[in-house]
């Protein structure tokens, strides 16, 4: 059964402390990953796509990574402003459409 | 290029009543998915169109339809309210080039029942 689980739940931080966050993943043929930042009370917002092992992308303090079980979601030295919650999803492997989601890491950096 | 647009923003039902959430896609997105979140489940998928046929449903009562029109622009309706359908309902379009393309996602329907 398809499956992401993202770790930790919530993650407190100060002002310029980096960290990384976990999406591991379970799924037949990866057609790939996707992050998203979310604000309280506002949809996602898309991030990165990661398509296969050993690729990476960035975005201003942002990096995700892509191995072949998980992604990483790097943050380094972040700002108040990057506090949100972010998600991770991968396409389900019904041939559709259809988005598996995680139930997301907290972030909250303090200034 | 225009966003995703959900509307209305919010909504107040009573329990009982029946509610319609519209959702506009991007521009030349023919494929319109729709999700429920809430704090305890996260999101949770409730089904999916392309070009105007349902192609998949998630695990959700026959309360819950939807439906999408000849402009790609989609409906969802949910009939005989309960206190648990109280979530942001969100609304993702996707290239047509296949789900490996990822989703965007409007700001959502705060939808409260009371």
């Known amino acids: 059964e398809d499956q992401v689980t993202q770790s930790p739940e919530a993650l407190r931080l100060q002002e310029g402390e980096s960290s990384s966050l976990n999406c591991s993943y379970t799924?037949?043929?990866?057609?790939?990953l996707f992050w998203y930042r979310q604000d309280p009370g506002k949809g996602p917002e898309f991030l990165f796509t990661?398509?296969?092992a050993g690729e990476e992308k960035e975005k201003e303090r942002l990096k995700a990574t892509l191995t072949k079980k998980e992604s990483f979601l790097h943050i380094t030295a972040p700002k108040p402003e990057d506090s949100a919650t972010y998600l991770c999803?991968?396409?389900?492997?019904?041939?559709?459409?259809?988005?598996?989601f995680g139930t997301g890491t907290r972030l909250k950096v303090l200034a | 290029k225009a966003g995703v647009t959900q509307t209305p923003r919010y909504l107040i039902k009573t329990r009982g009543q029946q509610v319609t959430l519209s959702c506009s896609p991007i521009?030349?997105?023919?494929?319109v998915s729709w999700y429920q979140q809430t704090p305890g489940q996260g999101l949770q998928f409730l089904f999916e169109?392309?070009?105007?046929?349902?192609?998949n449903k998630g695990n959700f009562p026959g309360r819950f339809s939807g439906r999408q029109f000849s402009n790609s622009r989609s409906e969802m309706n949910v009939s005989t309210l309960e206190l648990g359908d109280s979530a942001l309902y969100l609304c993702?379009?996707?290239?047509?080039?296949?789900?490996?393309?990822?989703?965007?996602f409007g700001q959502g329907t705060r939808l409260t029942v009371v």
């Open positions: 169109y392309f070009s105007e046929t349902q192609r």
């Open positions: 521009s030349g997105h023919r494929s």
């Open positions: 993702a379009s996707s290239l047509d080039t296949g789900p490996g393309g990822g989703a965007f």
């Open positions: 999803a991968v396409p389900a492997t019904s041939g559709t459409y259809k988005y598996i």
């Open positions: 990661l398509y296969s």
């Open positions: 799924v037949s043929g990866l057609r790939g």
